[in-house]
């Protein structure tokens, strides 16, 4: 079998990757054996212009956000799936010196702003006495549910493998790559965290374990909006559950549920409802994410056919699709890649 590419992994990174080759008629087969635990899977895939203690506009939200929507909207015609989950966010204020300072900003990211109150606007559900921000552009992804529609289409057009590619067999020559029965001209590495790829364990990774919480409430929060301040409250699409989240670590890196987590969770959990409700499981998984928090993508800095498109972090969900754009570009078109990206800032770091 002759192919352009080979894609190893198949998650938020791989799906992005694949979906912006298909625009250029390129040929590819995707390997990938099904994890359980990883993050893609567990993930609550919350998608948010404003972020951080501070409430600021998150990297590069102007270019990102529109992108992404488009994005996973013409995904979900392709796949003739269901995934795409466009909500208002509804960041409460913590105390009056909070709201003021929120208040007296001068950039508001006033794009991204659908209402301010200054009001509790939901004290039915939770604690906002102080009032707080509605988002525009934000919701979040099924994750799961995207993946699982994406597989079966790539399984229905013979783009897909459930294996796991042994890396012992690949045999990269400075033209092609050869692996068992396929010859194919590159390789794109969408493999999760990296310590076991040989091609690329020399970048400075820093994976990052989250916990997430399944709960039930009392009663029904407001299906219209996403509770987000210390955790997030995300609705099940297709379960009668509220995800809450995310914790992050980055030493005990398992897919262990652990108390800790559950009591951060719950802690901050009880400062934001009002309402009671019952934790039904614990989920963990591992997500991809490098030492400065930006993306890892790029070429080999030997291996001319050789890619990685990874380490988007906590942040996949908006990141993968406006990146994967402009990595393929770079590929094919040889655009530039965004210099905070682009792995040669960590060249330095390789030795052969």
Same mark, same amino acid.
């Given at each position: 079998? @002759? ?19 298909? !625009? ?17 899977? =567990? ?13 600021? &506009? ?40 909070? @709201? ?18 200054? =009001? ?22 099924? =994750? ?38 396929? @010859?194919? !001209? ?32 009392? !009663? ?10 210390? =955790? ?30 559950? !009591? &951060? ?16 499981? &614990? ?70």
């Amino acid at each position: 079998m @002759q192919i352009d590419y080979i894609i190893v992994g198949h998650g938020l990174a791989s799906v992005a990757v694949v979906e912006h080759l298909k !625009k250029y008629s390129k040929s590819f087969l995707v390997f990938s054996d099904e994890n359980p635990n990883a993050s893609s899977k =567990v993930a609550a895939g919350l998608y948010n212009p404003v972020t951080g203690r501070k409430m600021k &506009q998150t990297w590069k939200a102007t270019e990102l956000f529109p992108y992404l929507e488009e994005f996973y909207s013409g995904l979900e015609k392709s796949t003739q799936g269901k995934f795409l989950h466009k909500k208002a966010i509804y960041r409460p204020f913590l105390s009056l010196e909070d @709201q003021n300072d929120w208040m007296a900003k001068t950039n508001r990211s006033d794009h991204f702003i659908n209402a301010t109150y200054t =009001v509790s606007h939901f004290p039915e559900y939770i604690n906002d006495e102080f009032g707080g921000i509605l988002l525009n552009r934000s919701g979040f992804l099924d =994750v799961k549910e995207m993946l699982e529609c994406h597989r079966s289409k790539l399984i229905s057009d013979k783009q897909f493998r459930n294996e796991r590619l042994d890396f012992e067999k690949l045999d990269i020559k400075e033209d092609r790559i050869l692996y068992n029965d396929i @010859q194919s !001209k590159s390789i794109i590495f969408c493999d999760g965290p990296l310590s076991k790829n040989p091609f690329f364990d020399w970048l400075p990774t820093a994976p990052v374990k989250g916990e997430i919480l399944h709960i039930k409430t009392e !009663k029904p929060l407001p299906n219209e909006v996403i509770f987000n301040r210390g =955790v997030f409250l995300v609705k099940s699409p297709k379960h009668d559950y509220y995800r809450v989240g995310a914790t992050y670590e980055w030493n005990n890196l398992d897919y262990e549920p652990t108390e800790k987590a559950r !009591k &951060q969770l719950t802690d901050k959990l009880d400062d934001l409802l009002n309402i009671k409700y019952e934790v039904l499981e &614990q989920v963990a998984g591992i997500r991809p994410a490098s030492k400065d928090r930006r993306p890892l993508i790029g070429n080999h800095p030997e291996l001319k056919n050789v890619f990685i498109f990874n380490g988007l972090g906590t942040k996949g969900v908006s990141l993968a699709p406006f990146f994967a754009n402009e990595f393929v570009e770079s590929i094919i078109n040889l655009k530039k890649l965004n210099d905070e990206v682009n792995i040669n800032r960590y060249y330095p770091l390789y030795s052969s």
